[in-house]
């Protein structure tokens, strides 16, 4: 645990120029990974972006251009599948890390011996009102209880807190962990997919994941390859239906979905009035509609 082998893996679509600020944060860090894999699904090849200074780095930057791969899953397995370290980072496309990161998520590591995966902190997301958070803490229950909202709101100077849920695009895993669970790449998941591999870890190896709030980063939200409302409702909603199906007999099952289903329809219906049009409705009772009618694989 002296020195922790890392391997980065960053999947990017049609985003040169987040990617570009990105791969800078990796390559200013104070502890580096061994390795940075660029699994690029873009059309059009972005190799350009290894010539010049990139092509100079210490760490061994790997550069695939895979358009054959159509979802951020298949691209976080086909990383871990030809990763070499004994920890593998999973990193947006569009986010700065803070110069310590992976030094922070070490040090998590080394201190908690159990752990077997972790995220850090995004810095600049606006903080929840304790009225927000008190509410998705109520509606929020069973199957689709997240303490993250508590976590990242919390004025506590806390280094490490327990989780089952784990932010994907600023992970850090144990790289035995893929050998007890793999991502769910036959389902369709990209907005809850962070979330649906970790519940399952967590139920597999409990206490073994965490937060570390100590791990910084700033995302950009880029608005390249980024869904408008309706569709992201829509997406949003059938993944949760999946994730519930997937989910059916574990405590809190029926409860989690139904809570949640309240919140999301009650936040689809203010969109409504706030932008004077049913097609924010129209979405979430599609996603719905294609969740019921999806068959869990």
Not at 12 to 29: G, Y
Not at 122 to 150: A, C, E, W
Not at 151 to 159: G, H, L, T
Request: glycine share 6%; net charge positive; proline share 4%.
């Amino acid at each position: 645990m002296e020195q922790l082998k890392i391997s980065a893996i960053i999947p990017t679509k049609n985003r040169p120029n987040d990617l570009i600020d990105a791969i800078d944060s990796v390559l200013l860090q104070t502890l580096t990974p061994i390795e940075l894999i660029i699994v690029d699904q873009s059309q059009e090849p972005s190799s350009y972006l290894f010539s010049g200074k990139f092509c100079h780095s210490p760490i061994n930057l790997r550069y695939v251009h895979r358009p054959d791969i159509t979802s951020l899953v298949q691209a976080k397995q086909f990383g871990v599948s030809v990763s070499n370290g004994a920890f593998v980072s999973f990193l947006e496309d569009d986010i700065v890390l803070d110069c310590n990161f992976f030094q922070k998520l070490a040090d998590g590591f080394k201190q908690k011996t159990e752990m077997i995966g972790c995220c850090g902190r995004i810095t600049n997301q606006p903080n929840s009102s304790k009225l927000y958070t008190f509410l998705h803490t109520l509606f929020f229950q069973g199957i689709l209880y997240d303490p993250r909202v508590k976590i990242f709101n919390s004025n506590e100077k806390v280094d490490l807190v327990e989780s089952h849920m784990i932010s994907g695009g600023l992970s850090m895993w144990k790289s035995s962990v893929f050998d007890l669970e793999h991502f769910d790449t036959k389902n369709g998941f990209f907005m809850m997919e962070d979330v649906e591999f970790s519940t399952r870890l967590a139920k597999r190896v409990p206490n073994g994941l965490f937060v570390n709030c100590q791990a910084m980063a700033i995302h950009k939200v880029s608005p390249v390859n980024r869904l408008e409302y309706d569709l992201r409702q829509a997406q949003k909603m059938r993944e949760a239906v999946i994730f519930y199906k997937k989910r059916r007999r574990w405590k809190g099952a029926m409860l989690g979905i139904s809570l949640a289903m309240v919140w999301w329809t009650l936040g689809a219906v203010m969109e409504c009035f706030e932008r004077r049009t049913l097609s924010p409705l129209r979405g979430h009772v599609l996603g719905v509609a294609r969740g019921l009618m999806s068959k869990v694989t």
